[in-house]
């Protein structure tokens, strides 16, 4: 398997993983979305997404400081996205 291959699969089971939380965000299972989120994370830490999708899982749940550090998070990655 190539290196952007390899890239490639990565990024699908990340996004795969976005996927399985943006469901469990819908049905209000904010624990679960964060499981996935943070999965998604580990598996392609450059997309914003993912930690802004997590962060609205933790202000649901009111954990404010965690909401915080992932936005932060996402400004560092992106500071021009209106997210």
Do not use: F, W
Not at 2 to 31: F, I, P, V
Not at 36 to 57: D, F, G, H, K, M
Not at 59 to 72: G, N, T, V
Request: glycine share 4%.
């Amino acid at each position: 398997m190539t290196s952007s291959a390899g890239a490639a699969d990565a990024h699908n089971q990340a996004d795969s993983h976005k996927r399985r939380g943006n469901e469990l965000y819908t049905a209000q299972r904010y624990e679960d979305a964060i499981r996935e989120y943070s999965t998604a994370i580990i598996q392609n830490p450059r997309v914003i997404a993912y930690y802004t999708n997590r962060a609205l899982c933790y202000q649901k749940l009111e954990a404010y400081a965690a909401m915080e550090q992932d936005c932060r998070r996402a400004i560092e990655i992106d500071q021009h996205s209106g997210k």
